[in-house]
């Protein structure tokens, strides 16, 4: 796995990287099975998503952190700014069904 923009952060990366691959694994398994209707897929997602801030949600909040304070340490959020000011994503990109 890679280091973090911080080594003071590549700790948390990596604890957050292993949690969420766990937790992503189990999601994936049951998810083809809990697509039988629009109800029990957002049953499932639901608990998921409870599942997961469970889990990973502090952890990736301490790590999500500690990338902001680097990012503002290098200088990097000026350079952040300006890149959304010249190209501000409005809407995702449409993908062609070619």
Known sequence: ????????????????????????????????SASASPESRAKYSKEKAEEYERKCGKIWASYRDCVQKAVKEKGLDNLLDQARKENPLKEPPQMSMN
């Open 1 to 32: 796995m890679a280091h973090s923009l911080d080594e003071r952060c590549t700790r948390l990366k990596l604890e957050y990287d292993s949690c969420f691959n766990s937790w992503f694994e189990g999601y994936l398994e049951p998810a083809v």
